[in-house]
Structure formats: structure tokens, C-alpha cells
């Protein structure tokens, strides 16, 4: 046990200092120097070692792809803000081009002497917020459908990083499995 407690401060894992690296490396001499002693081959505590490294890299690999996969739904939720900002963007400039087009309407109706609350005035006004509004209701159904598809693309990736977090658990387990069989079939 000693040994694959000793293996990852050998390794330089975890920040071990040189002064506890040497003091493994003894430990793991005089285990090994024990275990040849009681049968134990060192090829059986080489393949332990394999196997508990590998058990380890399935598990950060599993991590890794995980964490990638949290990243991203991280910038996906992110976005949905910065959509929302924009679809408000889009409806205030709607708004202001409605309103530079009814005074700019206005102006030239006023100009020429037309009375603004009926006839052609009236009818270009309604044409002008039947316009605005098939814009703003644009604009709306726009955002509303990017925010949606956000919020299902990061559900999509916090799920792939459960399958991956699983993904590594399961292949340590069968590494591991499939490594102690192959040990205990050694004899």
C-alpha cells in the first residue's frame, strides 16, 4: 500500500519536494526488497503500479473532457445575455427609425397644408406602425428563438460532461478490472 502511496510524490505529482521524492524512492526500495521476499514478483508490482496509473488517467481524462464540456455551457449561458442585449438593441433602434419616419411624414404633410388626423396622412401613419411593429414582433421572435437555442446548447453540453465524468469512471473501472484479472491469471 505504502508503494502506490509513494508512486504519484515519485513522480513529482502534487508538488513533492526532492527531500520526500528520495525518502519514496527508499520507501518503495525497501517494500519492493520485502515483497520480493514474500513472492511477489516485480513484475506483479510494476503491473499494479500500470494499472493504478491507469485507473488515475482514465479518471482525469473523463475530468477533463468534463470540465471542457462545463466550459462551454458556461459561455453558451453567457451568450443568452449578451442576445437578450442585442434583441433590445434591435427593437429601440425599430422604435427610433419609427419615430424619425412618423416626424419626417409629419413634417412634410404639415408643409404642404394636409390636415395629419385623416387621408392620405392617417394612412401612411398606420402603414408606418403596421411596418414597425411586423419589425418589433421580428425582433422579438428572433431573440426569444437564439436565447432558446443558448440555453438548449448548453443543457446539451452539462449533459455531455455527466457522460463524460461517467464515461472516465467506467473506463477506469474496466481498466482496472481487466488489469487485475490479467494479474490474477499470472498467479
Not at 510494476?46 to 479518471?59: D, F, R
Not at 427609425?97 to 397644408?113: E, F, I
Not at 440555453?151 to 455527466?162: G, H, L, T, V, W
Amino acid at each position: 500500500m505504502q508503494l502506490l502511496l509513494a508512486i504519484p510524490a515519485a513522480l513529482g505529482i502534487g508538488g513533492a519536494s526532492t527531500a520526500a521524492a528520495g525518502a519514496t524512492a527508499a520507501t518503495t526500495a525497501a517494500t519492493t526488497t520485502a515483497a520480493a521476499g514474500s513472492g511477489i514478483s516485480l513484475a506483479s508490482i510494476l503491473q499494479g503500479t500500470a494499472t493504478v496509473l491507469g485507473v488515475v488517467s482514465a479518471i482525469g481524462a473523463g475530468d477533463a473532457e468534463a470540465a471542457q464540456a462545463e466550459m462551454a455551457a458556461s459561455d453558451a449561458e453567457s451568450e443568452q445575455s449578451v442576445e437578450t442585449l442585442q434583441g433590445i438593441s434591435r427593437r429601440t433602434s425599430i422604435k427610433k427609425q419609427l419615430a424619425d419616419a412618423l416626424g419626417a411624414q409629419d413634417v412634410a404633410y404639415a408643409a404642404s397644408g394636409v390636415d395629419l388626423s385623416f387621408g392620405t396622412a392617417r394612412s401612411a401613419r398606420k402603414d408606418a406602425y403596421r411596418e414597425a411593429d411586423l419589425g418589433l414582433s421580428t425582433a422579438t421572435g428572433t431573440e426569444m428563438t437564439r436565447v432558446s437555442r443558448l440555453a438548449e446548447r448548453a443543457a446539451n453540453y452539462r449533459s455531455a460532461a455527466k457522460t463524460a465524468r461517467r464515461m472516465g469512471l467506467m473506463n477506469a473501472l474496466t481498466g482496472g478490472v481487466d488489469n487485475l484479472l490479467s494479474f490474477s491469471e499470472r498467479g
